[in-house]
């Protein structure tokens, strides 16, 4: 065991801390804080992440993580450049905002549509009240050209016709206004519609910290997963989609990196130091949970 084990495992006992509650506390696997106290840093997962879990440790049990760093540097490992495990995908031009359509563009088709069904009803108005007047002129004069017998009982069948007609003109009129009200009601409705769906937005929003230490994010309300990261300083990063490691790499200040994950439905991001690295989905930035250092964040795409 190193001086820097004792050291560290005997600040851990004085806090009266099992090493499951270390675990707990500062989101490292029981192995890795084993080793530590060991000194065997061996077993890390890199240079980065030993020195990471170190500081971690000393913040937890009450030391000052520079002051450890600086005396005992000869135990702990140098931080290097982490090696790619896979090249990353090829960067992904910049997406164009969706144009939306303004509104006189979506009432347009609902204008032409109430035009045509005026003209339709005022055409069959007209046609009826020709045919109504032919019919009452053929009438009279086939009365004309009759010897003038019982012409009271005429004029009384005539006066019983023109009331029939004009109630059929009537119930023919209110039937056709009412199928143009409708029709109206129905093109209304589709426009609504059309304007409820293209109201919803784009949302990133935190939902919950899960059994494995992740930090769950839902992204919902788009068909894109557009993907970004800046850097301030330095930080190790990992990124995990479902066919597996596709980055991996220590960034530092002014560094940018961007995916298309579209048609992904989660990726894992592991990262080394929260606070020099930005992270952004379809514009949108992703608030961090906790300040702890190292993090492993799942995103979920639901469309």
Request: negative net charge; hydrophobic residues 30%.
């Amino acid at each position: 065991m190193s001086e820097l084990g004792v050291r560290l495992q005997n600040a851990r006992i004085e806090k009266g801390l099992t090493l499951d509650e270390l675990q707990k506390k500062t989101k490292i696997q029981k192995r890795y804080l084993e080793a530590i106290e060991q000194g065997d840093f061996s077993k890390m997962p890199g240079d980065f992440y030993a020195r990471a879990f170190v500081k971690s440790y000393c913040e937890v049990v009450g030391l000052s993580a520079d002051q450890v760093f600086q005396e005992h540097a000869d135990e702990l490992p140098k931080a290097k450049k982490e090696s790619s495990d896979l090249p990353p995908r090829v960067e992904r031009p910049k997406t164009r905002p969706i144009k939306r359509n303004s509104k006189f563009a979506t009432w347009l088709p609902t204008v032409v549509v109430l035009i045509f069904l005026i003209g339709i009803v005022s055409t069959l108005w007209f046609m009826n009240l020709d045919e109504g007047t032919g019919e009452d002129a053929s009438t009279r004069e086939e009365e004309q050209s009759q010897p003038s017998v019982d012409i009271d009982d005429e004029l009384n069948d005539e006066n019983a016709e023109n009331d029939e007609n004009d109630e059929n003109d009537e119930e023919n009129n209110n039937n056709e206004n009412d199928q143009a009200i409708n029709d109206d009601n129905d093109v209304n409705e589709e426009v609504q519609d059309e304007e409820e769906i293209d109201e919803s937005d784009p949302e990133l929003s935190f939902v919950e910290l899960n059994d494995a230490g992740q930090y769950v994010y839902e992204l919902s309300n788009a068909e894109q997963f557009d993907f970004e990261m800046n850097f301030t300083g330095g930080s190790w990063i990992q990124i995990n989609d479902e066919s597996g490691t596709v980055h991996t790499e220590t960034h530092n200040d002014g560094d940018e990196i961007s995916f298309d994950f579209t048609g992904q439905s989660e990726i894992l991001i592991r990262l080394g130091f929260i606070h020099t690295a930005n992270i952004f989905v379809n514009e949108m930035q992703l608030e961090y949970q906790s300040d702890s250092d190292v993090q492993n964040i799942l995103i979920q795409h639901q469309e």
